[in-house]
């Protein structure tokens, strides 16, 4: 409204030019009120609302300049510019609490080269406005002193335009934290109308009764406005930091040629202005200069810095090729790498031996010592694979204690010869590990055939490999086509034990222990055997590996358990005090280590009502030989009142340390001490010293697989009073069991009679 009023005052004269300072200060009051809501914004930090406040002080000020500029316009006897001291200092201040409001707005982080080339740029601008602002403005001084009363006005105008550009310095470079970037825009581009705006006075010479303030003034507090809802409708998200626009780049380039424009259009009649104008021309064209090479000098370190980030790229991308496709323990090939060999040299024709190598007891050094020895172990072991293949073929790791090597072009003769020398660096003991059980390896090998897969040649390396560990391990075993004759027969039995138990093709049997000298029966020992329906009886020894490989041997254990508990309280219920004093059942490693076993064995006492004072358990050494949940196991089942016995005691490697940790009732002696060629040298000593340490642990001792007279003699001298062994009986069904029981209930009842 103030605009149209001087607007039209260019053609008619007010006769009250008081009416138009009358709005002035409503547009002050009502900026004020925006900062302050501004201000209040939840979402703000300290430093923004500190800015808003900073403003609405600001306007504060402002309105007493106005009022003091209205009182020097038309205060007077006559109308009149004249800006005085007072309306001066109050505009000063205002434009002071202004610029500190900017300064203090938090900055973004730039780099030192990011604030030379700006600082470059400002100069440039600087010179360029400089002497822009001389040219239009500052060499008519004296006119503008005469106009407006003092030098005043140039120079709020002067400090004005610096504001705008503070402004701009924190919209394009230095940043303004939370501070709404359109606010920003807004009070740039307002600071800037209003510095033009109050240029304008010379202009105004011939009308006294009009000021350039009626226009500056509007502007100023109306960008002040609309800058405070900007921020009001602001969301209040996080600052994100900006890159310097497109434009922003080309303002030193433009004030280049805004100056020379300039100094073009500068005649020669003032020799002075002209000296001016070519000075700034000059000293501009030399910072644009500078500002190029620092430009370039930026870009070639940035362009050693790519490639100094390419570079590095490539061996991360060179590490990361690496690590896909070796081993990361050992640092041999892996199984992927293995597969991409073996398939580009079937490809090409190249004929290949494949070895597939097993470490024999692997197992019980990872259970003795610990996986990290376990790991140190596969690392020596891949190590010394390595050293003795050389260049002869390509070492891998297909996971676990396994390992392939495939071997180059060559006859059977070299690739036997090789695979010899890398059994004998694989048995030299390994010095780094100190207490390492005895270990071998098995290795199984194959020869490459037309139209072979990689995994043809493995699964047949493997076959042979296990053919190596069957006939005792620590050995060099070739595959030949009997192999797979007889793998397709264990798959195919296989596949029929999971069916014999649905079948009804499994059965128990039951050994007799007896008491020495007398022979008397102490109790039985179950055992399991399965009718096949074509194949007649399956050994034991066969069906059971293949149950326990298989995971078979949870249900199959559950039903002997369950099975001989049943017989067991029948035999209890039926012969009272003659039934057997002790129903032994084997327990495998895989049940012990079940979770619920302990519960499932609950059920199934409680469900078949047997004594458990009548039963005990029998387990491996190898099925506690760690500390877990099978031990734990064991310890439950004790605590139950159920008795253990340690099965086969003193073929393993930890069987007497296991009695510090194992709670075990009974050791029963394998029968290899016993009977067989031990008996009479290293074996006989075995026996008497195991009986001299089970009576001092109040341990029960039965010694296994008894075939003679003279055998069980040497046993009861020795201290053994319980024994079991074909001399004694035979495996036989409940119903021969019974029968005895019947025959030994009749001698007695005769022999009372």
Request: aromatic residues 6%.
């Amino acid at each position: 409204m103030t605009t149209t009023w001087t607007i039209i005052g260019l053609r008619h004269q007010w006769e009250h030019p008081v009416i138009g300072w009358l709005l002035l200060p409503a547009g002050v009051i009502l900026s004020a009120f925006a900062c302050w809501r501004a201000a209040q914004a939840p979402y703000l930090d300290d430093g923004t609302r500190r800015f808003w406040r900073h403003l609405t002080m600001a306007c504060g000020l402002f309105l007493g300049g106005i009022v003091a500029n209205t009182v020097d316009a038309v205060g007077g006897t006559a109308p009149s510019q004249r800006i005085g001291p007072i309306t001066l200092t109050w505009y000063l201040a205002v434009l002071a609490v202004t610029l500190w409001a900017l300064l203090r707005l938090p900055s973004w982080q730039r780099t030192r080269s990011d604030w030379l080339r700006f600082s470059l740029d400002a100069c440039v601008v600087l010179v360029t406005s400089t002497a822009m602002v001389w040219h239009f403005s500052l060499r008519d001084h004296q006119q503008w002193t005469a106009q407006t009363g003092s030098a005043g006005a140039m120079l709020a105008i002067v400090v004005v335009g610096c504001i705008s550009g503070v402004t701009f310095v924190k919209v394009a470079f230095a940043g303004a934290g939370r501070l709404n970037r359109r606010a920003l825009h807004i009070l740039a581009g307002g600071s800037a109308a209003s510095t033009v705006a109050g240029s304008l006075t010379p202009f105004f010479n011939d009308y006294p009764y009009l000021s350039t303030s009626l226009i500056a003034v509007p502007v100023a507090t109306l960008s002040i406005q609309l800058a405070a809802v900007a921020q009001i409708r602001d969301s209040g998200g996080e600052p994100r930091e900006r890159r310097r626009s497109r434009w922003g780049v080309g303002i030193p380039y433009l004030a280049v040629v805004a100056m020379n424009v300039l100094l073009l259009t500068t005649g020669p009649a003032n020799a002075a202005e002209s000296v001016i104008v070519k000075i700034g021309a000059v000293v501009s064209t030399v910072l644009v200069l500078i500002r190029q090479i620092t430009v370039l000098h930026d870009n070639r370190r940035l362009l050693d810095t790519v490639d100094g980030n390419l570079t590095e790229l490539r061996r991360f991308q060179e590490e990361l090729t690496y690590q896909a496709s070796h081993d990361h323990l050992t640092d041999v090939a892996n199984r992927t790498s293995l597969d991409a060999h073996l398939d580009r040299l079937l490809t090409g024709g190249t004929p290949v031996h494949v070895a597939l190598l097993d470490l024999d007891n692997f197992k019980t050094v990872n259970d003795r010592l610990g996986h990290r020895t376990g790991d140190r172990l596969l690392q020596t072991v891949s190590a010394r694979l390595t050293a003795t293949v050389g260049a002869h073929g390509l070492v891998a790791r297909l996971g676990g204690d396994e390992f392939a090597v495939v071997i180059f072009d060559a006859g059977a003769a070299p690739v036997t010869a090789l695979l010899d020398r890398v059994l004998t660096a694989l048995h030299r003991p390994v010095e780094e590990i100190g207490s390492l059980p005895r270990y071998s390896a098995s290795i199984g090998v194959t020869q490459s055939r037309q139209d072979d897969t990689p995994e043809e040649l493995l699964r047949r390396a493997d076959v042979a490999m296990y053919a190596a560990k069957e006939l005792g391990g620590g050995r060099v075993h070739w595959f030949d086509a009997a192999m797979d004759d007889r793998a397709a027969d264990s798959a195919r039995l296989s596949a029929d034990l999971e069916q014999a138990l649905t079948h009804g093709e499994m059965f128990l049997l039951y050994q007799p222990i007896v008491e020495l000298p007398s022979h008397r029966r102490a109790g039985v020992e179950v055992l399991l055997r399965w009718r096949h329906p074509q194949r007649g009886l399956i050994a034991p020894d066969v069906f059971i590996p293949m149950a326990e490989r298989s995971g078979l041997i949870l249900d199959i254990g559950l039903w002997v358990l369950e099975n001989a508990c049943r017989q067991g309280a029948l035999w209890q219920h039926r012969y009272g005090d003659d039934a057997p004093a002790k129903v032994s059942i084997n327990v495998s490693a895989l049940q012990l280590a079940e979770p619920g076993f302990v519960a499932d064995v609950e059920d199934i006492l409680a469900r078949t009502g047997v004594d458990r004072s009548r039963l005990m358990l029998e387990i491996t050494e190898t099925a506690v030989l760690d500390s877990g949940p099978a031990l734990a196991a064991v310890r439950e089942l004790r605590q139950r009142g159920l008795r253990v016995a340690l099965d086969d005691f003193g073929t393993g490697q930890s069987s007497l340390s296991l009695l510090l940790d194992c709670p075990v009732d009974v050791l029963k002696v394998d029968k290899s001490f016993v009977s067989g060629s031990a008996v009479s040298n290293a074996g006989a000593a075995i026996v008497e010293g195991l009986i001299g340490f089970t009576s001092r642990l109040h341990l029960e001792a039965v010694a296994e697989g008894v075939e003679t007279t003279e055998q069980a003699e040497h046993l009861h001298s020795a201290g053994y009073r319980l024994a079991q062994g074909y001399l004694f009986g035979r495996p036989i069904p409940a119903e021969a069991v019974e029968a005895a029981i019947d025959e030994t209930v009749k001698k007695k009842s005769l022999s009372v009679g």
